[in-house]
């Protein structure tokens, strides 16, 4: 089953809300739910080193990545398939189908 990123929409002024508000903060117009294409670029970025959860391997790396849909739509994500030390500010990564073990969605460098 393929995962879907869903990101709240403003129904009125067409501006992305996230992290979810209820209502949009910009004209105060109702949101839905939407998917996003899954694609962006990592924004800022660190390397785990600490085993915090089993169900994590060490190094790992957790990002905010800014989504294509909307400049300054930023989701906090986990960068996987590539080694910590490949990631960079600016580097094209596009939504895996499945989250990670805790929930988080992951991306992987843009083919």
Same mark, same amino acid.
């Given at each position: 089953?393929?995962?879907?990123?869903?990101?709240?929409?403003?129904?009125?002024?067409?501006?992305?809300?996230?992290?979810?508000?209820?209502?949009?903060?910009?004209?105060?117009?109702?949101?839905?739910?939407?998917?996003?294409?899954?694609?962006?670029?990592?924004?800022?970025?660190? %390397? $785990?080193?600490?085993?915090?959860?089993?169900? !994590? =391997?060490? +190094?790992?790396?957790?990002?905010?990545?800014?989504? @294509?849909?909307?400049?300054?739509?930023?989701?906090?994500?986990?960068?996987?398939?590539?080694?910590?030390?490949? %990631? $960079?500010?600016?580097?094209?990564?596009?939504? !895996? =189908?499945? +989250?990670?073990?805790?929930?988080?969605?992951?991306? @992987?460098?843009?083919?």
């Amino acid at each position: 089953m393929s995962n879907q990123l869903l990101i709240e929409h403003c129904e009125n002024c067409a501006h992305w809300v996230h992290p979810a508000a209820g209502e949009c903060r910009d004209c105060g117009g109702a949101l839905v739910a939407r998917p996003v294409s899954g694609q962006g670029i990592v924004f800022t970025y660190t %390397v $785990n080193y600490h085993a915090f959860n089993p169900e !994590l =391997p060490t +190094p790992y790396v957790i990002a905010l990545v800014e989504l @294509a849909e909307q400049s300054g739509l930023k989701v906090a994500a986990n960068i996987v398939d590539c080694e910590p030390d490949s %990631v $960079n500010c600016g580097l094209a990564v596009q939504l !895996l =189908p499945e +989250p990670g073990p805790t929930g988080a969605p992951r991306f @992987a460098p843009a083919q």
